[in-house]
């Protein structure tokens, strides 16, 4: 903090990492001083007072860890991300010149930057065992860690609010404007359609001779099985009129014949029963969920964790990077339900496979089907998945069978245009 005499106030003396375009104020991407980010005068780019600015030291980003005899930082890794970022933004496309557009620009460029230096130590702290022990060799260095830790997965949820990231936020960073002209470089922004996606499952359908070839895919992965996207498929059919309202679905699928039908505003969905069987928890998993399980089973896709009540899968902050280290497709964590007409609640964090925490998980409850079933003594249950959107899913035991209820409505039509069809252009 600096004495401003013209304003007579405390002012920050900082300096901040320009990510945009040159624009027709003279600044141009890179490290300016805190003046140019508020204005002449501190007045602030719409000429008007009061600037506020709400500032956290967290010592685990700005805290020094020592490691092999050097010192660094968090920070140090963040500014480094934003610096290459200033330097795509300065070299563009070869002329000098910045376009930006919802691919690119100035908020979804520095998450990137942000989001490429989180991921980076997380990497590094998953695959290093000698360099976690060397950044925790000592009570202070552990607290700080441990702090670092709990920060970065809190912004990863805070910056993929849909569960994964572009494939160039992953892997394009380094990339400068110059590289590949600026047709390249947006192709790689914009052209994966799991990137334009981006959501925890997209579903393709094939016409078949007695129904439809289904298959379904997370930001990274093909799977096995997936109800909403399912749901979805069969809702499209229907509002698009290609199937009769009456008649049934039918999916050919990883998993077999799935088919579905309509009941009322429901879509009943007739699945595979995946009961768990009673298994040992894997090493850490209290540590990694932050609460000790009451039990642990296995399904044939995914770890199924009883916890304690509803309250603990409501408040329950995993470590993603440990978690995405278990040997399964997904962990599925559950408690009884707290409210009147829920027999349990649930959440699913499939980390390994590119879905951070999903909203809502048909194929989970044919594992919660049988769990909650076998355990209440009910052949008919109503689960509440309690992610941050929250779905409601039925379920009807049927011997080897689950019938899953939920309901589906249209939010966005569009149309994929492929690269065949672009040449063919």
């Not at 894997?282 to 642990?296: F, K, M, Y």
């Not at 919660?368 to 009807?396: C, E, I, N």
């Amino acid at each position: 903090m600096v004495h401003e005499p013209l304003a007579g106030e405390s002012i920050f003396d900082i300096v901040y990492h320009q990510i945009y375009a040159h624009n027709p104020d003279g600044l141009s991407a890179g490290a300016h001083h805190y003046s140019r980010y508020s204005g002449d005068r501190q007045f602030g780019w719409a000429g008007v007072r009061p600037i506020q600015d709400l500032l956290v030291k967290l010592d685990g980003l700005t805290g020094e860890f020592t490691l092999w005899g050097g010192r660094i930082t968090a920070l140090g890794a963040i500014i480094t991300a934003l610096e290459v970022m200033e330097a795509r933004y300065r070299v563009a496309d070869g002329r000098g010149g910045t376009r930006v557009g919802a691919a690119n620009n100035c908020a979804q460029d520095s998450a990137q930057a942000l989001y490429s230096a989180i991921r980076g130590i997380s990497r590094v702290l998953a695959s290093r065992a000698d360099i976690r022990a060397e950044l925790s060799d000592t009570p202070e260095e552990a607290q700080r860690l441990a702090q670092l830790e709990r920060v970065g997965a809190e912004l990863q949820r805070v910056l993929l609010p849909w569960g994964s990231a572009r494939e160039d936020w992953e892997y394009g960073i380094a990339n400068l404007g110059a590289a590949e002209g600026f047709i390249g470089n947006l192709g790689k922004a914009i052209g994966s359609w799991r990137t334009m996606m981006n959501l925890a499952e997209t579903a393709f359908l094939l016409p078949a001779d007695d129904g439809y070839t289904l298959r379904w895919f997370t930001p990274v992965a093909e799977v096995d099985l997936c109800g909403h996207a399912t749901l979805a498929s069969a809702h499209a059919l229907w509002e698009q009129g290609l199937l009769a309202a009456d008649a049934p679905a039918r999916f050919h699928t990883r998993s077999g014949l799935l088919t579905c039908t309509r009941a009322g505003t429901w879509i009943a969905m007739d699945f595979p029963a995946t009961p768990p069987v009673a298994a040992a928890p894997p090493p850490d998993l209290a540590a990694t969920l932050g609460i000790a399980p009451l039990s642990v089973g296995r399904s044939p896709f995914d770890l199924l964790v009883e916890l304690p009540d509803a309250a603990a899968v409501r408040e329950l902050r995993p470590d993603l990077t440990r978690l995405a280290q278990l040997e399964v497709r997904g962990v599925i964590v559950t408690a009884p339900g707290d409210t009147p007409g829920y027999d349990f609640v649930s959440r699913f964090f499939a980390p390994q496979v590119g879905v951070p925490e999903d909203p809502v998980t048909g194929s989970a409850h044919c594992c919660l089907g049988p769990f909650w079933g076998a355990r209440l003594g009910k052949a008919t249950l109503v689960g509440y998945q309690a992610s941050a959107r929250g779905g409601v899913v039925g379920v009807q035991l049927a011997g080897e069978r689950v019938i899953l209820r939920g309901q589906a409505v249209t939010v966005l039509r569009g149309e994929l245009v492929t690269e065949q069809e672009h040449r063919g252009a």
